[in-house]
C-alpha cells in the first residue's frame, strides 16, 4: 500500500504523520506500518507514527499514534502538536478540540516561539495519581516523591498519568546510564508493572527551567516526551519544588517547550511543530521502500536548529 506521509517533529521526537480520515485499516495493519515506517535503518525511520482522524464533530479531529514497537499509547503531547497543525491546516481552523484514544485535549495555534516555528498550544489532562489504574501494584493508591524498592531503592519517584503513565524522578544529575537500566526493567513489564511505564529523569535548573530525559515506554531514550514533560511539570508543583501556575522552559536533548501546570492537574505544553519534509512511501510484508520526496521544508529545520542548537 502507498501511503503519503509528512515527516515531522515536535521538540525533535520524529514522526511520520498520515491524514488517515480517508483510510480504513485495522489495528494490526497499523502496527505493521508502524513498525516499517519507523525502521531506522528504513527509508523514513522515526520514533512512531501519527495518524490525522476524523472528530466528533465536522470542525474537529482525532489523533492516533503508535510507537516504534507498533504499540498504540494513549497519547503523546509532542506527536499531537504535530497533528494540530494538520488538522488546523485540513480544516481552515486554527483551535479544536482533538479526540486520543482515551481522553480529549484542546489546541491552539500559538505565538511563535521564535521566527519561523511553528507553534502549537495544548491543553490535557487533568493528571491523576491512582497507580491502581495503570495497574502499578504493591505500593498502595499514590506514590509521590518516594523509592520503588522492586526498580531501585536509592530513586525517588512521583507516578502521574496523563494518561499515559509516567514515573518522575528529580535529580541533581541526569545519569543516562541508569535511566536506561531502570528504563528497560519498566520496558519488561514485570508482574507489577504489567503495562509499563515511562521513566523520566528530571533536574530542576532553577523555578523558571527544568531538564528532562526520557526512557518512553514503546521507543526507549528519546530526544523528548512531550506527555513526560507535562507530567514532570506537574510533578515539581505536587513535590512543592515549581510553584503552580507559574511558567517553567522545560529542555530536552530536542529542544524546549514552554510548561505550565496547575493544582487541577491540567497541563499546557506550547512548542513546535515542524515540518521537514513530505512524500509518499510504499508499504509491503512490514517493509517500507519506494520514498519519493516531493516537498522539502528546509526554512523550518533551520528555524527549528537555531533555537534547539
Not at 122 to 141: F, I, R
Amino acid at each position: 500500500m502507498r501511503f503519503t506521509i509528512t515527516k515531522c517533529h515536535g521538540s525533535g521526537n520524529d514522526f511520520a504523520l498520515i491524514d488517515a480520515r480517508a483510510l480504513d485499516l485495522a489495528n494490526r495493519e497499523w502496527t505493521q506500518v508502524a513498525r516499517a515506517l519507523t525502521d531506522r535503518t528504513g527509508p523514513v525511520g522515526a520514533d512512531g507514527i501519527l495518524l490525522l482522524t476524523a472528530g466528533d464533530r465536522v470542525d474537529s479531529f482525532g489523533m492516533r499514534i503508535f510507537n516504534a514497537d507498533g504499540s498504540e499509547p494513549e497519547t503523546c503531547l509532542n506527536g499531537l502538536r504535530c497533528v494540530a497543525r494538520a488538522g488546523f491546516e485540513a480544516l481552515g481552523v486554527d483551535r479544536a478540540v482533538v479526540r486520543l484514544k482515551t481522553s480529549h485535549a484542546e489546541v491552539v495555534r500559538d505565538t511563535d516561539l521564535a521566527p519561523g516555528v511553528y507553534t502549537v498550544r495544548e491543553t490535557a489532562g487533568p493528571a491523576t495519581l491512582n497507580v491502581g489504574d495503570w495497574p502499578l501494584t504493591g505500593e498502595g493508591h499514590q506514590i509521590v516523591d518516594r523509592p520503588i524498592d522492586r526498580l531501585s531503592p536509592d530513586v525517588k519517584v512521583t507516578a502521574v498519568a496523563i494518561p499515559n503513565p509516567h514515573l518522575i524522578a528529580f535529580v541533581d544529575e541526569i545519569d543516562e546510564i541508569a535511566l536506561i537500566r531502570l528504563g528497560s526493567a519498566c520496558e519488561a513489564a514485570p508482574d507489577w508493572l504489567p503495562n509499563r511505564a515511562n521513566l523520566s529523569f528530571a533536574h530542576m535548573r532553577d523555578d523558571r527551567e527544568l531538564s528532562l530525559r526520557t526512557y518512553e515506554r514503546g521507543v526507549g531514550l528519546t530526544a523528548a516526551c512531550g506527555s513526560a514533560m507535562g507530567a514532570a511539570t506537574f510533578a515539581a508543583g505536587l513535590t512543592g519544588r515549581l510553584p503552580f501556575d507559574q511558567p517553567v522552559t522545560v529542555h530536552n536533548r530536542g529542544g524546549p517547550v514552554r510548561a505550565v501546570a496547575s493544582a487541577d492537574g491540567m497541563v499546557t505544553l506550547s512548542g513546535n511543530a515542524t515540518f521537514e519534509w513530505s512524500g509518499t512511501v510504499s508499504v509491503e510484508g512490514g517493509v517500507a521502500s519506494n520514498l519519493v520526496v516531493t516537498q522539502r521544508h528546509d526554512d523550518e529545520i533551520a528555524a527549528w536548529a537555531a533555537v534547539s542548537g
